[in-house]
């Protein structure tokens, strides 16, 4: 996660490349200073899922702060919580779909920072769920599906979309760009990805 305002680098530590298996270790924030060309482990950690009781390591965040001076993040098992880089510290929201929330690689804030948008999964899972264009009102907390892509495009184009690698919101917040990987064949409930 880099804040574009400090020039600080985020991310949490991990002993591992990626944390698939949630589990209850403590995933610490680590910053770093391009200038002074230096680590440091914050006080701060993931907050552990408000359902299962795991913790993994950060996954998505959004590209600015918010302008209450934080950022909307989330962990490898869809935890939704707030990181505040200044004051050291993070504040569980939720879970971003479903009953205990799911993997989910990026996500885009609207212009007025009212709303977030995700698409479910990464690896070729997201159909499970009707592969879901996500509006969460940051706001209310509430959740809702504006597209469900995964029936359209299959029926449409042959195409099953899986997941997602990224989404983009333009500035003015009318046009949601999705980065898919899915793939052209049978419908599957998992495995769905490969052809981008």
């Not at 914050?42 to 702060?65: D, M, Q």
């Not at 892509?149 to 029926?155: D, G, K, N, V």
């Not at 898919?180 to 409930?189: A, I, L, R, S």
Request: a negative charge; proline letters at 5%; glycine letters at 10%.
């Amino acid at each position: 996660l880099l804040d574009g305002g400090t020039g600080l680098v985020y991310s949490t530590n991990t002993s591992k490349d990626h944390n698939f298996t949630p589990n209850k270790e403590d995933y610490y924030f680590v910053s770093f200073d391009q200038k002074t060309n230096l680590f440091r482990q914050l006080s701060c950690k993931v907050p552990a899922n408000p359902v299962t009781g795991l913790t993994s390591a950060l996954r998505a965040y959004t590209e600015t702060r918010d302008p209450e001076d934080f950022f909307w993040c989330m962990d490898y098992q869809g935890t939704l919580f707030k990181f505040f880089p200044d004051e050291e510290r993070t504040e569980l929201t939720g879970v971003n779909w479903d009953d205990k929330g799911v993997y989910t690689t990026s996500i885009a804030m609207s212009p007025r920072c009212r709303y977030l948008y995700y698409v479910l999964s990464a690896q070729g899972q997201g159909q499970k769920w009707g592969t879901p264009v996500i509006q969460y009102d940051t706001k209310t907390g509430r959740k809702k599906a504006v597209a469900f892509l995964a029936a359209f495009y299959h029926e449409t184009y042959g195409y099953l979309p899986g997941g997602t690698f990224g989404v983009e919101l333009s500035e003015d917040g009318s046009l949601l760009v999705v980065h898919m990987n899915g793939y052209f064949g049978p419908w599957k409930q998992g495995g769905a990805y490969g052809q981008c």
